[in-house]
């Protein structure tokens, strides 16, 4: 705890239901906030708010507290709150909030600052907050006035769930949480715990146009991202794909933004569509596509394969709630609004044109989906169906797919984690149930975001998948997981390398730095420390029956599966490259 708190304690009698901590803890619960992702700082924050009926997830790092609100969020479709001390807990938000920043994730922060009294003395851990955050958070202010919390904290709503979703900072000096309002409060009800608190849908007259292109295209084509989740848009995507019979493809954060099942879904699309690939048969269905809709699509990197899979001459239509997203990288018709609301306007505007060229098409375009994707099936049942020893990630994704229901929330770590179940795993309904840090792909980051959409669904199985490296990172998480009774599975590949880094040096430089190999760690053995179970995985055949024990358990479960370090994933760039036939 803060060593100035002593210097700033109250008299008792004014720890009352009027202190500042209680004003915010009303606060948050008009705004429907049910958990708050904390430590112990602010105390008087987290001794007020049980009065409110709030729980506390008790993280025990503030990285891994700020990805466990992101997963909470993209999961509930709730402005998740995190908190975080000043100086160096402060510091350890940026990371998380970075990730939401980039994918587009309201997050409100609430970080303690130095008490008014000491400010810019040098205080223990003063640090100038506002300049932190200024990269990660489109929203940072900081409130001084104990009579003003509700009105900030409103802003910092606001400010997360409106437009383009993010994090907003707001920044509470410590003294405030127990000092008392000395005037009484405006009658607020405004709850805006839920986003998109606001839709906006795109001007219709070019709604029309993007129709009618839609409607002449030989070869139309949707690839949606994951703005479709963050406009909680799934359900009317899929209605527009049966509609209108215009296949769509998905970015990796887009991944469920419709039924991979369906015969006009392609699956997803970008820089892993190389040998052993699901996807790799439909990359024409992209490169020759002539009218391309994409929905809440950044066109960044790894979803074009570094801007050479979308074809240059095709009609772009671009919808977005950012409207500096709109044709940043591909010239094209301007939708700006929300996706859902576009959707529905573009469906409509459909309907009303004649689709007879979309639906004559269709049984073709169909079959030609599902050849594509059985023969991308066949060409890697080499591995998927594999029982060599170290295992191969492919078997375990077999595995893992065939005990998959709808309902299962599946998520993974950055690097080849979000590859493997991205590719090889199959979203079996429209919604949000994947969840790969896509927006900056840090480390560390698949076991937090197992334990935020656990908070956010506790009924709901979850599993994580996770390299070793990023594992490493959070290992201490498992005790949160065990004390918050949040049981997660876990399944490690655990390979003894920085799988995703020495093979792109050995392809690039021809060598590997020495950082990229690691000794032998027993993560089964790390994780039965923590008062979890842990089972080490050597042979293919002991995965499955390991994995449906771990999911039937209502235990925190890591599953240590020692993993063939020459496995890669299908990126474009490694395909078939002699420099990983080592």
């Known amino acids: 705890m803060n060593d100035t708190t002593t210097a700033v304690k109250p008299d008792t009698a004014k720890r009352s239901n009027a202190t500042g901590a209680h004003v915010f803890a009303a606060a948050l619960k008009r705004h429907g906030v049910e958990v708050i992702f904390g430590q112990a700082i602010p105390a008087a924050l987290f001794l007020a708010t049980p009065h409110y009926g709030i729980r506390q997830i008790g993280y025990r790092t503030e990285n891994a507290g700020a990805v466990m609100a992101d997963a909470y969020a993209r999961m509930s479709h709730k402005v998740p709150v995190v908190t975080a001390q000043n100086g160096p807990a402060a510091t350890l938000l940026v990371p998380g909030l970075a990730e939401a920043m980039k994918a587009s994730v309201p997050v ?60 907003a900072v707001l920044i509470a000096p410590i003294d405030m949480f127990v000092d008392t309002p000395t005037q009484e409060a405006m009658p607020r009800n405004a709850s ?50 049966d509609a209108a019979s215009i296949p769509v493809a998905t970015t990796v954060m887009g991944k469920g933004a419709v039924d991979e099942t369906h015969p006009l879904s392609a699956g997803v699309v970008g820089y892993f569509m190389a040998d052993r690939s699901r996807s790799k048969h439909l990359r024409s269905l992209v490169t020759e596509a002539d009218v391309i809709l994409l929905i809440g699509n950044r066109t960044n990197q790894n979803g074009t394969d570094s801007w050479q899979l979308y074809p240059k001459n095709a009609t772009y239509i671009h919808l977005d709630i950012d409207s500096s997203e709109v044709g940043r990288n591909y010239e094209a018709l301007r939708l700006v609004g929300d996706a859902r609301l576009g959707i529905v306007a573009l469906k409509e505007a459909l309907e009303k044109l004649d689709l007879s060229r979309r639906h004559g098409a269709r049984a073709a375009l169909e079959q030609t989906i599902a050849t594509a994707l059985e023969r991308g099936r066949k060409d890697g049942e080499a591995v998927s169906r594999s029982d060599q020893s170290p295992l191969r990630p492919e078997r375990l994704m077999s595995d893992l797919d065939s005990l998959l229901t709808p309902d299962t929330i599946v998520v993974s770590d950055a690097s080849y984690s979000s590859i493997w179940v991205a590719n090889f795993l199959t979203a079996r309904k429209p919604g949000q ?52 009774k949040l049981p997660v599975v876990v399944a490690v590949l655990n390979n003894s390398i920085l799988g995703y880094e020495k093979h792109a040096e050995k392809v690039i430089f021809g060598e590997y730095s020495d950082a990229c190999d690691f000794t032998p760690v027993d993560h089964a053995a790390i994780a039965r420390a923590a008062g979890c179970d842990g089972i080490r995985i050597e ?27 020459l496995a890669y994933p299908p990126i474009t760039m490694f395909n078939d490259n002699p420099a990983l036939s080592y």
């Not at 949707?222 to 799934?234: P, V």
């Not at 669904?457 to 998948?465: D, I, K, R, S, T």
């Open 539 to 565: 042979k293919a055949e002991d995965f499955l029956p390991a994995l449906k024990a771990a999911l039937a358990s209502d235990r925190t479960t890591v599953l240590d599966v020692v993993t063939d370090e």
């Open 192 to 241: 805006l715990g839920r986003f998109p608190v606001d839709r906006c849908g795109p001007d219709p007259k070019r709604v029309a146009e993007a129709a009618a292109l839609l409607a002449k295209a030989e070869r139309p084509l949707i690839i949606a991202g994951g703005g479709i989740h963050i406009s909680d848009a799934a359900a009317e995507l899929a209605a527009l794909q």
């Open 433 to 484: 149930r994947f969840i790969t840090p896509r927006g900056l792909a840090g480390l560390g980051w698949g076991l937090p975001f197992a334990i935020g959409a656990k908070a956010a669904n506790p009924e709901a199985p979850v599993f994580a998948l996770v390299g070793d490296g990023g594992f490493a990172h959070v290992w201490s998480e498992l005790e949160t997981a065990r004390r918050m």
């Open 108 to 167: 409100v922060a609430i970080v303690q600052d130095v008490a008014r009294p000491f400010a810019d003395k040098n205080a223990f851990q003063e640090l100038d907050h506002l300049d932190l955050f200024k990269g990660v958070a489109k929203w940072i202010k900081r409130v001084a006035d104990v009579n003003r919390i509700d009105e900030y904290v409103d802003m910092a709503f606001t400010a997360a769930a409106s437009g383009r979703p993010g994090p």
